[in-house]
């Protein structure tokens, strides 16, 4: 019996060892030739990849389109899989591939119908660049067919990826407007609700649109909001709060840095542009790496040679520096989406409404139809009990909203033809800060603007007859040329006022402490150099909390101080100078900071709770940090949310919360075992066994939201540049993920480590260490 029993268990184990091999085997196959000849149809002469120790690519072509064909291939070897979640997701079409699990983000993204609306902006794009894409998408799906098996998520899905499409290339684009602005208007339509039911002097406070934090461009500083008096507002005289707190809609405070300084500033005469965009971080990262260099009679000199980081996905360089100008990019925030009430529109009668049945596919199951109701101001997204029904227009619906006139950057020859470009560019409505070799620097709105008419109410529910579909418009956008300090900086903030803010009206500006920081650093300073850029980037100083914690010590002080106040205090005496993974104030603060937050917030809208009912959605203060700290700080009786008894009793409460959350010792809570790193591969919740594979290190991560060293554990910088145009050698840039999107890829998290240090390595691709050699295919 024992002998079966264990020639049994070696025949299990030699089973299991041949599926082991097996899978390895299949991993293997479908890893990406480096090295060698490949045959590329539609080629005009032999091209070039070449890939350095990082997997960075340098790709040589004889003709543009010939590199766009080399990009597509490259990218279709590496990035396949993530170029096919992306049009997917743009489409709302996951769940063909995930079944119905991706059903939801599906139904809301069908909605918008941008693989029809991607159809047609394709047809309006001038032949040159129709002729561009054209050329990149046999390249992509050249390069996926030279795989030997199909790439490795497939095989996990059973599923076979479906070509690329010139389309998909408009959707990548699309996919970043959902990631870059909130296509729901969310935020706008639950503040037109519950203003309706607020007095006045309470919605302007709640409406307050800064913080002494402010740090614009152009125009005044906001500062904290002037508090109303208790003839205006007494929380005691409204509506007293029911149940338990709510923990306030607060969307992250996370976005990207931008910055330059001008040709006066450095040593050499050149502008200095520093870029860091911060997204949602997975494996690989979203960005590939590339140098193009092929010639081009429409260039400086006749010839590109731009390097920086590419979209997968779309056919060029999205940021990078092309020895003539660099540029780099920041999300705007400005208001890009309407809510428009057009009345006597019901269900059953509407008129102008079209009606649209969208097929969902669903892996493993049934397709799904949804049914769109479409008018001419946009989709329609709810239907009200009094006969109205409420559109949404987003920018994204209308013609001129994607397009590839971004790639034009790789011509660019100045700054002026840097903006001259931008008048000609689709794309998520951006903070675009250029410089060029001569040293000059410029800020502008990249992308399209709504020309709104004088009957449409931005931030409030505008109606349907006074406010007529309005057009966007990329060309004329504000503009900021050759500053006279010679230092620009965007952070996701506020930049500019008066007629500038009316055109880009506010889509929710996080507060600008990062902006600030930055500012400051680059005043500070007479002269800069790469380096002393990147260390403004990875500036983790704990200065915005300072406040706070002097704020917390005195009210811990106070007689009336309650024990769960006063050990939160104890634990926190001294507060570390900057968000480092040791930290322990830090944290302890920081979480304090956002329980006061809650309570107040709380407090504010009980009156809109009591009027809207309790389980009505309510949203986000837009400035938090520019009403809570001032009322905190002064203590009002008047404002002293009705929940508690005094603001003894509510700094005590949010000092429970914290104990409650993080648990005993409180000491022992750094900021590293909550900041600590969370990036995967989008498949690596499917394969808990195969999690460590599939994520970079676990490990605590310096910086914070609250910082220009913005970090989360699964959010931050998704990739970090300083370059001065010309002298690219010198450059400095670093990403974390890294290039490829196989774990068995020696580019597997490449570079990775040195994004997490914050190294200063280099921008330009290093030697050669693999040549892939693209010749014409037999006709």
């Known amino acids: 019996m024992r002998k079966r029993l264990a020639r049994l268990a070696v025949m299990l184990l030699g089973l299991t060892a ?30 070039t990849i070449e890939r350095d120790a990082l ?13 766009a064909r080399a990009l597509g291939y490259v990218h279709g070897q590496e990035r396949f899989f993530e170029m096919d979640l992306m049009r997917r997701m743009a489409a709302g079409e996951l769940s063909a591939l995930f079944g119905e699990r991706a059903l939801e983000v599906d139904r809301g993204h069908r909605v918008d119908r941008l693989r029809a609306r991607s159809r047609a902006h394709w047809a309006r794009l001038p032949d040159e660049d129709r002729r561009r894409v054209s050329a990149y998408v046999d390249g992509v799906n050249a390069g996926l067919r030279s795989l030997r098996v199909r790439p490795w998520p497939y095989l996990l899905l059973r599923a076979r990826p479906a070509p690329w499409r010139a389309e998909d290339s408009l959707l990548v684009v699309y996919a970043m407007y959902y990631d870059l602005q909130d296509a729901s208007a969310k935020q706008e339509r639950l503040r037109a609700e519950a203003a309706r039911a607020l007095p006045p002097a309470l919605v302007a406070l709640l409406m307050h649109d800064g913080s002494s934090w402010d740090a614009p461009l152009q125009g005044s500083v906001r500062g904290d909001a002037r508090l109303p008096g208790p003839a205006d507002v007494d929380l005691r005289a409204l509506a007293r709060a029911g149940g338990t707190v709510r923990e306030q809609a607060r969307p992250p405070e996370l976005g990207s840095n931008n910055f330059a300084v001008s040709g006066a500033l450095t040593r050499d005469g050149r502008a200095l542009v520093a870029d860091d965009m911060h997204l949602a971080l997975r494996v690989p990262n979203i960005w590939f790496r590339a140098r193009l260099r092929y010639p081009d009679p429409a260039a400086p000199g006749g010839r590109v040679d731009v390097s920086g980081f590419s979209l997968p996905g779309v056919p060029g360089i999205v940021v990078g520096s092309n020895g003539h100008v660099a540029w780099g990019f920041t999300n705007s925030y400005g208001d890009w989406v309407d809510w428009i009430r057009i009345p006597d529109c019901t269900p059953a009668r509407c008129a102008g409404r079209r009606r649209i049945d969208e097929r969902i596919e669903v892996a493993d199951g049934d397709a799904v139809t949804l049914r769109v109701d479409e008018t001419d101001w946009g989709p329609i997204g709810h239907y009200a009990k009094d006969g109205s029904a409420l559109a949404r227009r987003w920018v994204a619906h209308l013609p001129g909203s994607a397009n590839l006139g971004l790639l034009g950057m790789a011509r660019a020859a100045s700054v002026e033809d840097a903006l001259a470009v931008a008048d000609r560019s689709g794309l998520p409505a951006q903070n675009l800060v250029v410089g060029d070799r001569r040293g000059r620097i410029a800020w502008r709105l990249i992308g399209p603007v709504p020309q709104r008419a004088p009957g449409c109410v931005a931030h409030a529910i505008s109606d349907a007859r006074t406010c007529p579909p309005w057009p966007i418009r990329a060309q004329g956008a504000p503009a900021l040329v050759d500053p006279p300090a010679g230092r620009l900086w965007t952070a996701n903030a506020r930049a500019v006022d008066g007629a500038f803010l009316r055109r880009i009206g506010d889509g929710g500006y996080v507060t600008a402490v990062r902006a600030r920081m930055i500012r400051d650093a680059l005043l500070a300073r007479p002269r800069f150099a790469e380096r002393d850029l990147l260390a403004v980037q990875l500036d983790d100083r704990s200065l915005f909390l300072q406040r706070w914690h002097a704020l917390l010590q005195r009210e811990a002080a106070r007689p009336e101080a309650g024990a769960s106040l006063r050990a939160l205090a104890a634990a926190a005496s001294r507060l570390e100078p900057r968000a480092s993974p040791d930290a322990v104030a830090y944290r302890l603060v920081r979480a304090w900071r956002e329980r006061v937050h809650d309570r107040i917030a709380d407090g504010l809208l009980a009156p809109a709770r009591a009027a809207l009912g309790k389980d009505a959605e309510l949203p986000a203060l837009r400035q938090p940090e520019g009403v809570a700290w001032p009322i905190a700080s002064a203590r009002p009786a008047h404002l002293l949310p009705t929940r508690h008894a005094s603001w003894d009793a509510l700094f005590e409460d949010a000092a429970r919360a914290v104990q409650d959350d993080l648990g005993a010792p409180l000491r022992a809570r750094s900021w590293g075992e909550r900041n600590t790193a969370a990036i995967c591969h989008p498949l690596a919740g ?3 066994f195969a999690r460590r594979a599939l994520c970079m290190p676990a490990e605590p991560l310096a910086g ?38 196989h774990p068995l890829s020696p580019f597997w998290g490449a570079g990775h480590d040195d994004w997490v240090h914050g190294r200063a390595t280099p921008f330009l691709p290093g030697p050669a260490r693999h040549r892939l050699a693209l010749v014409p295919a037999a006709p």
């Open 686 to 688: 499917a394969l808990p």
């Open 704 to 741: 914070d939201t609250l910082t220009p060293r913005a970090q989360a554990p699964d959010m931050g910088a998704s990739q970090r540049m300083v370059v001065a145009p010309g002298a690219e050698a010198r450059g400095i840039a670093h990403m974390p993920g890294g290039q490829s999107g």
């Open 18 to 47: 041949l599926v082991a091999l097996g899978i390895w085997l299949a991993l293997r196959a479908s890893l990406p030739a480096l090295d060698g000849d490949a045959a590329l149809p539609g080629l005009a002469a032999p091209a």
């Open 55 to 67: 997997g960075i690519a340098t790709l040589g072509a004889s003709t543009p389109d010939d590199a």
